[in-house]
């Protein structure tokens, strides 16, 4: 069974209208920021909207039909989160906790570490991935003196890019930039610098310095993710990330394109295209925006028709 989903949108500081002019979403007025493609998250959860689970969200299929759809897992909670941002502007300097310091400071099942294919980028685009600091002392004292040039390391990104934030990392996706993002299913953002901006009550947005420094890896160690591409019959598959949180995919489908499937559940972003996808029991038309949970029964998926491009995201193993 192929189950696709209704996104939630996210008001931010930083979004705009560009998730509708580029994904055609049909998205509140505002400055919105983020869309929760596949989301079991309290804060914004995806619904189905086809099939007969119709009007159910995910965390309720997690809950009353996770080894008929997902597979054998024996987490409480959905693990994974699938989200594009749209950064108009800079994001806060910011990092997140892992699991075990998520449980600590927060109550959180899951801490974040997460992922971002890079959809477009402006020319000069750049992001904030790691700093220069030797020692908590050392990271402290930049910043409390708002060190940030010396301290922050930015990278340039294109689109097509492929970034691997492990927790612990201090980040920030420059403005300009819009990405796919695949993290585990936690919301704690701990803030570090947010450029002085006013929020629409017209106070700064909060820092949260102490659990900031309580959590970020020091000194930095850059994870390098090394995507390998393999050529198929009908389209290509890159390996961008396997790690113990999540495996990612992106594939570059055309007609007769054969999704090979696993014993467990996979989640579907189409980035790019529209066509037919079908199956043993089911055809559906999906197109650029669309996000699907492929479920663990499910057969193999044939591109019937179409061009397209996917990102696929799995449970870790």
């Known amino acids: 069974m192929i189950i696709k989903l209704k996104p ?54 997690w809950t009353n039909h996770r080894h ?13 989160l699938i989200k594009i941002l749209d950064a108009t502007d800079d994001l806060s300097v910011q990092v997140h906790p892992n699991d075990e310091q998520a449980y600590k400071l927060e109550n959180e099942r899951f801490g974040k570490t997460e992922c971002w294919y890079v959809l477009d980028a402006e020319p000069g685009a750049e992001l904030i991935l790691g700093h220069t600091a030797q020692t908590k002392a050392e990271l402290e004292t930049a910043i409390s003196n708002e060190n940030w040039s010396d301290l922050l390391k930015k990278h340039p990104v294109k689109k097509g890019d492929f970034v691997f934030v492990e927790s612990g990392t201090i980040h920030a996706i420059g403005k300009g930039i819009m990405i796919l993002e695949t993290q585990q299913s936690c919301d704690t953002t701990y803030r570090v610098y947010d450029f002085d901006r006013i929020d629409d009550k017209g106070a700064k947005r909060e ?111």
């Open 68 to 80: 008929e759809l997902f597979g054998d897992f024996t987490q409480e909670t959905f693990p994974l």
């Open 207 to 317: 820092l949260h310095l102490e659990k900031a420094l309580a959590v970020a890896t020091v000194p930095d160690v850059p994870v390098l993710a090394q995507p390998t591409e393999k050529t198929v019959h009908a389209g290509t598959i890159r390996t961008l990330v396997k790690s113990s949180e999540f495996d990612v995919y992106h594939h570059q489908v055309n007609e007769g394109y054969l999704y090979l499937r696993r014993n467990h559940f996979s989640l579907l972003t189409i980035i790019e295209g529209a066509g037919v996808l079908r199956t043993d029991d089911e055809t559906m038309e999906v197109r650029k925006g669309d996000h699907l949970i492929v479920t663990k029964n499910t057969s193999d998926v044939l591109v019937a028709s179409g061009k397209m491009e996917w990102i696929t995201s799995e449970i870790g193993q």
């Open 8 to 61: 939630v949108f996210q008001k931010r500081l930083w979004g705009s209208q560009k998730l509708k002019t580029k994904f055609n979403y049909d998205i509140p007025a505002g400055s919105i920021g983020e869309c929760w493609g596949i989301s079991a998250h309290q804060n914004g959860e995806s619904v189905v909207v086809n099939g007969r689970y119709t009007g159910q969200t995910i965390s309720e299929l």
